[in-house]
């Protein structure tokens, strides 16, 4: 089916076919803003074709707007402008899907047309949780961290020493004597071999389209370690090792630790036979019998 059109003296057949556009099929906002999915039907001869929604998201696919109404949480916060554009207000993250606008023009000869909107929700980040070691000794490596999980899409993080920005590249620092790594995707800062000009207050930017945020300072020391003072307690400790052995040999020598043995012989009182009793006089020594054996 076709309708007769003129045009500078030339007559044509156009087709009757229902047709969508958009001025925008990848609109981009903030998190709790609002924003428009454009639809426009470009053609039809449908008075009033049918309308409808739909949301894709993690490959499940569900109704925003079917049967004239506003579907699920879109009830209270989206509406269709200029009969099939759609307006959604206060955009979470959970937003950020692909929107289909289907048209059915029965009257058309293509009586269904639909058009896919790509839609970004972007998310500031939220403070990253920031690791830095309190003290290093000279010479030695240390890590320090810094992340976030919220922000979209994806945070990438810089390193700041005493609010001066650390270069990704440590060639290119004010600090020439400093060697490390600095990892912007993974916020992670490695120092290979520390020394003291790296003493200072470190805090650590999370940024993204939507924003940045920063986590508080954090002090880390770089320490000389003192030699001398290792030596000496090593020393301390072995002469007190020394001392002690000296004093348990000393002890072993002067029988300390030797077994008691008994001076004296021990004695064993004899058993006396049933009915014999014995008695000592004061003219006599030693024992003798008393009385006789009873038969």
Not at 171 to 192: D, E, R
Request: glycine content about 6%.
């Amino acid at each position: 089916m076709c309708v007769l059109i003129k045009s500078q003296g030339q007559a044509g057949c156009r087709l009757l076919a229902v047709e969508l556009t958009s001025s925008n099929t990848k609109p981009v906002v903030q998190e709790f803003q609002s924003v428009e999915l454009s639809c426009i039907i470009k053609s039809t001869v449908t008075p009033d074709p049918r309308i409808e929604w739909k949301k894709i998201r993690d490959g499940e696919t569900s109704y925003v707007f079917f049967d004239n109404k506003m579907q699920g949480d879109f009830v209270t916060r989206a509406e269709i402008l200029s009969r099939t554009s759609l307006v959604i207000k206060n955009t979470t993250r959970m937003d950020t899907a692909t929107y289909r606008c289907e048209v059915a023009a029965p009257s058309d000869t293509k009586t269904i047309d639909e058009i896919n909107i790509q839609l970004t929700v972007q998310v500031k980040p939220m403070t990253p949780r920031c690791s830095v070691p309190k003290a290093v000794p000279v010479g030695k490596s240390a890590s320090l961290h810094c992340h976030e999980n919220e922000g979209f899409p994806k945070s990438t993080y810089s390193w700041y020493r005493n609010s001066e920005p650390l270069s990704p590249d440590s060639k290119s620092s004010k600090s020439h004597n400093s060697s490390y790594t600095l990892n912007p995707a993974t916020g992670t800062l490695v120092f290979h071999a520390v020394h003291k000009g790296d003493t200072g207050r470190y805090s650590c930017i999370a940024t993204n389209d939507a924003g940045f945020a920063k986590c508080e300072e954090q002090e880390m020391e770089v320490y000389d370690l003192n030699i001398g003072g290792i030596i000496g307690g090593v020393l301390v400790v072995l002469a007190v090792l020394v001392l002690i052995t000296l004093g348990i040999c000393c002890a072993y020598r002067r029988g300390y630790f030797a077994n008691g043995k008994e001076s004296g012989e021990s004695y064993k009182t004899p058993a006396k036979p049933d009915g014999v009793n014995y008695i000592r006089t004061d003219d006599e020594g030693d024992f003798r019998h008393k009385s006789s054996f009873v038969i």
